[in-house]
Nanobody, 123 residues
Framework: QVQLVESGGGLVQAGGSLRLSCAAS????????MGWFRQAPGKEREFVAH????????SYADSAKGRFTISRDNAKNTVYLQMNSLKPEDTAVYYC????????????????WGQGTQVTVSS
């Protein structure tokens, strides 16, 4: 069992930055590949970024490439999402998740989810 708690969301102006954190607990939490997803009002939850358990491999949605960086500190059981050059269309609830199968690019590949943290970008 893995428990995930996100933090770091908030209100920021367009062009600003935020760093989201996802604290994981559970005996084997550091062995999971991890992902970040987001869900805007009235829209489906969408993939943002993925990181392998060792932190060597990362991948991003096209909307996140060049602006967002996913990283992890396994000593702290924490995954991060650094978000720069934020845009109003980045406004959403951001979720971290632990991968349970598949490629890690769809929400169906994840078996554990956090409660989410709200990110609001004003224009």
């Amino acid at each position: 069992q893995v428990q995930l708690v996100e933090s770091g969301g908030g209100l920021v102006q367009a062009g600003g930055s935020l760093r989201l954190s996802c604290a994981a607990s559970g005996r084997t939490s550091r062995n999971y590949n991890m992902g970040w997803f987001r869900q805007a009002p009235g829209k489906e939850r969408e993939f943002v970024a993925h990181i392998s358990w060792g932190g060597v491999s990362t991948s991003y949605a096209d909307s996140a490439k060049g602006r967002f960086t996913i990283s992890r500190d396994n000593a702290k059981n924490t995954v991060y999402l650094q978000m720069n050059s934020l845009k109003p269309e980045d406004t959403a609830v951001y979720y971290c998740a632990a991968q349970s199968g598949g490629t890690g690019r769809t929400l169906y590949d994840y078996g554990y989810w956090g409660q989410g943290t709200q990110v609001t970008v004003s224009s």
